[in-house]
């Protein structure tokens, strides 16, 4: 690894930055003196937060705010062509926003078409655009993408939702093996899969048991400067041995032949809740 990828020469690009994670990650770079792209929907929290950079940096030229819709088709394209000509290279790529539309069985397919669009289709476009821009530059750089243990355990109530994380956990798992069989990549450009446990973000009250976004933040940092590539985030609930276990579980649904998602199915929950917590 050729240099620690937060630094005050490197440059960050966050969508979905107005609000919770994505927010604490701007804000963390920018005091660190990165310079800071920001992307979300246009409105008054990307409005808050262009002020709040203009605060932390000291130079107002090292920050831009991309008011873009990621679920239409060329935002990806659109927002590459302004930040490469506006901040330069890019370092670190954390492609976060999130749709929650419709996620449940009674949302149409409109709606999961549109939620795709933004959770896979947009983290897809961005880091193909991206990625041979990185390799070339030859600098440190990562692209990370933010996934779920929804993506990964599979619990019920939320199809959409799950099935576009399970997406972008197998695109970024398929990213960081060709980016490390790419002979024009010396490890200088890695990828990461972000896992955020129960995190209090949005509009939400902070209850117990959650984490800041800050928390999801430091523990990110370190994680990527440690060179992990699977960055499954604890909780003040769930503990990451909890995490490996509930992980082992669902796989074990298909080497053990049991139903799917069984630590939901009434036959198995009493030994599933005694395996898991
Ligand atoms: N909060 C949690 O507990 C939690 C848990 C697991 C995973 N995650 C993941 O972490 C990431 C951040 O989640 P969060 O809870 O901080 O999100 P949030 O809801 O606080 O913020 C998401 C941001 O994405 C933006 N966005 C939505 N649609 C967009 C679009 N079409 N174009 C541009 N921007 C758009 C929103 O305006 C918002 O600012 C997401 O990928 C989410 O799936 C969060």
Redesign the pocket.
Known sequence: MTSPLFNQHNAALI??????????TALACARIGMRIAA???P?P??DALEKELDSVTDNPAHTLCIA?????QG?AAHIFSRVTDQLGSVNLLM??????EGRTFDGTTDQWR?LF???LW?VVEASRLFMPEMIKNGQRAAIVN?????GITNPPGTPA?NMS?AAVKSFTEQLEHELRSNEQNHGQVTSHL?????????KNEHKQG?WL?EQ?VDYMMQAIDRGSFYIVCPDDEVSSDMDNRRIIWGAEDITKDRPPLSRWHAGFREAADKACS
């Open positions: 969508t979905g930055a107005a609000m919770g994670i994505g927010r604490a992307v979300d929907l409105g929290d990307l873009a819709d990621l679920s239409e935002s492609n976060n926003a999130v749709s929650r549109r669009d933004v959770n947009a933010v996934g779920s243990k929804q939702y994380k972000l896992v955020p446990g129960w995190t209090t973000t949005g959650a976004p999801v």
